[in-house]
């Protein structure tokens, strides 16, 4: 069996020795978070680090953090852009401009202030508040804070040089400071206390009477400590636990792989995880599931299961699939049967697996499964869906057809439970999702004529706007961008009204309030680049708005002196483009619509606008192809469309047939809104 070389603690000539036991590799990480607290004297207290030690568990529990609310700190921090630094003192030891608004310090600031403001400033005494409404969230950032505090003072005691003596409790501080220690681990602690103790007894035994650095403390203490941590190694006659990717060909009696998931065992890009035959797909691919079981001597074990726990179901690894459908297809498991000639016989092969579970597990699966039986869909579907329709809806499901069936239908949020990277380099350009707001902002101000200077001390504050001059060359740009778009708005706007609609089509009423209706029609604007979602939820409101005002356009503005413009529309016909989208919501909260922007990049190349046709020739349908795979799989630039969370769920893998029908899709529901206006480019 493979195993790591994981030690249970005993003091030997004054460095660790460890045998194999379930404990330690929580006792590992308690050594190498010790090691990584010791570091905080060298470090710039740089944001990853300190989330870094949130995954030991003693010091979680030390501080009143649960596994579960590490996501949420991450995303605190992530608002609160902090870089590194905890102070102005710390930033003027490393020689670095005082951007204290990146520091640590700066965020308990924001933090406690909005606390005790309880938004009644936005900015207070030059400090942008941070408001948090939940009480938990609160409590949660407290205990957190806490951590960087007790970080700090802990980063003091150990900055400058001390006498030995003074070095002598450091461990123990360490200790009492940053974990809770259950009864069970403290001979564990008392083990490392006493190595500690030993080397400093040692330097006052020789009379050593000048100051030391810890530095040089903490090289012996680890020197022995952690040599045996570094590199995998195998004990005959006993029992190994390794990493699968780390041994190579080593035959073993008996091989168990445990937690056979995908995200564990290397992927590889063949569907036949046994070929071996082909030396440039070895090589590439590095096939390690394949040698791990040609190493098994005797017996081979693999298992993983995965509880779902809100529904209770068990979920079976991919890769134990694959190997049991290899097994059937290529053996004969021995019976008391007659065995058929020219076969292989295999002995004995147990099998614990349910397929049913299984196959619920693959969206893409379920959604074929429910779709084949029509008639339950219909007596289901009717129950779901109310008579009522709101606009706002209609136009939030058609921004995104794909991700608002599965936050509706499926009742799906994220299926990632990944924590995002930090970022912590230092800005030099302003975060999309930071100009969206600045810009939407901006807008505001522009068109009630008010001046900006306050709002960009805001923004500044908040690090949403990058440090120093940079920062207000990059303001200045974004502001006379939006200056161009308000004077654009002033131009246009003809006593604008609202509108509250109540409209019935078929057996629904759709119901809301539709703004900005001028002279001409309906008035829309972007604060950033026009794209796809921007279109559609201006291309809705305006067929809604040409059912009650017959021959009346509709004006999209954006930045750049972007204009697109819808054309005027019979009242009959722009009732048929209603129920048309309004179907096609009621069929995409039961089965996605599979409009993509590789469909869309599609149909503009083959879209001849001077004639409101499609293209034909092969040249024009080989260049509509090549984009539409360019937009799929994306490049080192841009992430292609096949890695995103939701299009993965429903289409695993690209092939003629899928693709064929992303193009019609995209054309049955696109076409119109490009032959009822003037788009030259959807984005």
């Keep these: 069996m493979y195993i790591n070389r994981i030690f249970n603690p005993l003091l030997q000539n004054n460095h660790l020795i460890f045998n194999n036991t379930k404990k330690n590799t929580i006792k590992k990480d308690i050594i190498l978070t010790i090691e990584k607290l010791f570091k905080i004297k060298d470090n710039r207290f740089q944001c990853s680090w300190v989330l870094s030690l949130l995954n030991t568990k003693f010091l979680r529990k030390k501080f009143f953090i649960k596994s579960s609310d590490i996501k949420t700190i991450y995303k605190f921090v992530s608002d609160l852009k902090i870089l590194f630094g905890f102070d102005k003192k ?42 948090v409404s939940c009480r938990n969230s609160n409590i949660l950032l407290g205990n957190f804070i806490n951590l960087i505090i007790t970080l700090n003072k802990f980063r003091k005691k150990i900055l400058h040089k001390k006498l030995l003596k003074n070095w002598l409790n450091i461990i123990s501080q360490i200790i009492n400071d940053f974990f809770d220690i259950p009864i069970k681990y403290k001979k564990f602690f008392f083990t490392l206390e006493n190595i500690w103790k030993v080397i400093i007894s040692d330097g006052i035994k020789m009379r050593y009477t000048k100051k030391i650095s810890i530095s040089i403390l903490i090289k012996k203490f680890f020197k022995y400590n952690f040599s045996l941590f570094k590199n995998d190694s195998f004990m005959s006659g006993s029992i190994n636990i390794v990493q699968l990717n780390n041994i190579r060909i080593i035959p073993f009696k008996m091989i168990c792989v445990l937690g056979c998931t995908q995200d564990n065992i290397p992927k590889i890009k063949k569907k036949d995880i046994f070929n071996l035959i082909n030396p440039n797909i070895y090589q590439y691919d590095l096939n390690i599931f394949f040698e791990t079981i040609m190493a098994s001597q005797k017996y081979f074990f693999c298992s993983y299961t995965h509880i779902n726990t ?99 239908r499926l009742h799906t949020s994220n299926f990632s439970t990944d924590i995002k990277q930090i970022n912590e380099d230092e800005l030099f350009n302003i975060n999309l999702l930071d100009k969206y707001y600045i810009n939407k902002k901006l807008l505001k101000y522009k068109i009630l004529k008010k001046k900006t200077n306050l709002l960009f001390n805001k923004f500044k504050l908040q690090n949403k706007i990058p440090y120093g001059y940079l920062g207000k060359v990059l303001w200045n740009i974004e502001e006379k961008k939006i200056q161009k778009l308000a004077n654009k708005i002033h131009e246009i706007k003809n006593s604008p009204k609202k509108l509250d609609i109540t409209l019935r089509t078929k057996k629904y009423l759709l119901s809301g309030q539709i703004k900005e209706i001028n002279t001409f029609g309906l008035l829309r604007w972007s604060t950033n680049k026009i794209n796809y979602r921007v279109i559609i939820s ?104 096949k890695k995103n969370m939701y299009i993965q769920k429903i289409i695993p893998y690209m092939n003629i047939i899928k693709m064929k029908k992303i193009c019609n899709t995209c054309t049955y529901w696109l076409l119109p809104i490009l032959k009822n206006s003037n788009i030259k480019k959807i984005i």
């Design 310 to 408: 809100e529904q209770k179901t068990n979920y079976a690894s991919q890769y134990i699939i694959d190997i049991i459908y290899y097994i059937k297809k290529n053996f004969y498991i021995k019976t008391n049967q007659v065995a058929k000639k020219n076969i292989n016989l295999i002995n004995n092969i147990y099998f614990k697996y349910d397929y049913e579970s299984y196959n619920s597990y693959f969206i893409h699966n379920y959604i074929e499964k429910f779709s084949s039986n029509k008639k339950k869909i219909k007596k289901k579907i009717y129950r779901i869906i109310k008579k009522d329709l709101l606009i706002k809806k209609l136009i939030n499901f058609w921004k995104n057809p794909i991700q608002y069936f599965f936050k509706k």
């Design 538 to 641: 201006a291309w809705i409101e305006h067929i809604i708005y040409c059912t009650l005002q017959s021959h009346k356009k509709s004006i999209l503005l954006g930045i750049n002196d972007e204009i697109i413009e819808f054309y005027p529309l019979e009242k009959k016909q722009a009732t048929e483009y209603l129920q048309q989208y309004i179907q096609g919501y009621l069929d995409g909260i039961k089965k996605p619509i599979l409009i993509l922007k590789s469909g869309i990049i599609w149909l503009q190349s083959i879209y001849l606008k001077k004639f409101n046709i499609l293209k034909k020739d092969d040249n024009s349908n080989i260049t509509a192809r090549k984009n539409f795979l360019k937009k799929w799989h994306g490049n080192s630039f841009y992430q292609g469309e």
């Design 90 to 131: 710390q930033f003027k030891k490393m020689s670095i401009p005082n951007i204290h608004t990146y520091s640590w310090n700066y965020a308990i600031d924001r933090i406690t202030s909005g606390y005790w403001l309880n938004k009644k400033y936005s900015i207070w005494n030059n400090t942008s508040t941070y408001n």
